[in-house]
């Protein structure tokens, strides 16, 4: 299994732009990236030091300041405002281009507040529907949630670019958007799941607001990978992969609900 290092430098309180570096690891050789993570290991949380030779693609980001807040209430220190680390360890998938990141990108507290706005505009303004899903928000249609979004969905977009090696940009002015599957007991009602498809993208993202425990089943299944896996996200993890080639779908939840934050993301020419 492959480990593929993001390097985030995070903001600090009187700066507002983030930069990312992603050292060569994934196609340096062997003892260089042993080089690379015994050097993650030593100075976790702090500037990392890593040898210009082992950087493949960098980047800086803006966002709001107001949520540099946070990073004073928050001990650990955040990769994009109300993530857990500076630095994302992505596996690649066995069998095709796609990945998963090993630790969550989102802290808890931040997927919880976002399920609970998206719950209130659902139930205030009524749930989207899309050809797949049932239960669906614009992101931008709300402005809390843009608030509480922007940060998380503008670093996994640029984990994105690293990992494919393109800019890109969002497939329409209306991404990203929330998935929300609700077991409710009865055979009728609910919305469990998502067939077999392909997305209107070329690399989506399914970063799990919801913690495992909340629900029972669920899960993604990507076909070229294995029809058997059931790849199950942790609160606050993200699955990359070419969603409009590779068809997909969502497991049936059995049990609670499942919600996911969802953007889908054309390669655009630099
Ligand atoms: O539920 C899942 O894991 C898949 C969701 C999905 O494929 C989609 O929303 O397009
Ligand atoms: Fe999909």
């Given at each position: 299994m492959d480990s593929y290092l993001l390097q985030i430098s995070p903001p600090t309180p009187t700066s507002n732009r983030l930069s990312w570096i992603v050292p060569g690891?994934?196609?340096?050789?062997a003892d260089r990236k042993r080089k690379a993570s015994r050097k993650l290991q030593f100075h976790?949380?702090?500037?990392?030091?890593?040898?210009?030779?082992?950087?493949?693609a960098s980047g800086t980001v803006d966002f709001p300041?107001?949520?540099?807040?946070r990073l004073s209430a928050c001990p650990s220190v955040e990769l994009?405002?109300?993530?857990?680390?500076t630095i994302c360890f992505f596996s690649r998938l066995k069998n095709i281009d796609a990945y998963t990141s090993?630790?969550?990108?989102?802290?808890p507290g931040l997927c919880d507040e976002i399920i609970a706005r998206a719950d209130e505009v659902g139930t205030t303004k009524g749930w989207g529907t899309y050809v797949f899903a049932k239960r669906t928000l614009h992101?931008?249609?709300?402005r809390d949630l843009v608030r509480l979004t922007k940060g998380v969905c503008l670093g996994v977009k640029r984990a994105c670019e690293q990992l494919y090696g393109s800019k890109m940009d969002w497939t329409q002015r209306n991404e990203p958007h929330i998935v929300s599957y609700i077991h409710t007991g009865s055979s009728k009602e609910g919305f469990t799941h998502v067939d077999w498809h392909t997305d209107s993208s070329e690399v989506t993202f399914l970063l799990s607001l919801s913690p495992l425990k909340s629900y029972s089943g669920g899960g993604t299944v990507i076909e070229a990978e294995s029809k058997e896996k059931h790849i199950h996200l942790g609160q606050g993890e993200v699955l990359i992969f070419e969603g409009g080639k590779e068809r997909h779908r969502g497991v049936k939840i059995t049990e609670g609900k499942r919600v996911l934050l969802v953007g889908f993301l054309k390669r655009v020419s630099e």
């Open positions: 690891a994934p196609r340096a050789d976790e949380g702090v500037d990392l030091g890593l040898e210009s030779s082992l950087v493949e300041v107001p949520k540099l807040r994009v405002p109300g993530s857990l680390s090993q630790t969550p990108v989102v802290a992101v931008n249609d709300d």
